[in-house]
């Protein structure tokens, strides 16, 4: 797996993508691609399935590599792209996923943290406590924890991936922030 690159760095390569430069498109690939699985594992939860939407979202962006417009940030555009794939691939398959009928879909998450590294059985305890209260919350909420949280997305990037306006993306943070908080101090 390759570093995380820059946001200048990504535009870089995606330019050289556009000019038609094969290796750019990898290196786009190996840099995001870490990003891109936990991702798609969190929307669906099948590994294999996962990695051949992944898969199959970059071999369809070789193709149309000459009609791809600039984006303003790589990250987030392939994000949305792969939510779309993985969204499309559902329905072809006729998966009923509920994030096309409502805010209530299924996304997990889980601690990457080494819980055995953890040396005081409190910290344990209330990261456990933590995930149990997060998976409470609705779908599109641990979509947006995560997105803030773990992909450190802006705002505006946010509300591209969950196609939210910007204001429903601060409102939508604002009710998730204060569901944790109480649900946090409730539970001792």
Known sequence: MKARITSD??????HDYQSGDMYALANIMQSYYSDLFHWGLRLYGEREFVKDCIQDMFVKLWKMQESVNSVENVRSYLLVVLKTRILREL????????????????????FAADLRLIDEEHEIYRIRKLEVILNNLSGRQKELI??????????????????????????????SLGSLRKQYDGVT
């Open 91 to 110: 329905s072809k398959k006729h998966v009923t996923h509920q994030s096309v009928l409502s805010e209530d879909y299924s996304f997990s998450v889980e």
């Open 146 to 175: 995560y997105l803030r949280f773990y992909q450190s997305l802006s705002f505006e990037q946010i509300a591209e991936v969950m196609q939210l306006s910007r204001q429903s993306v601060y409102n939508l943070l604002q009710k």
């Open 9 to 14: 760095e990504a535009q870089k390569l995606w």
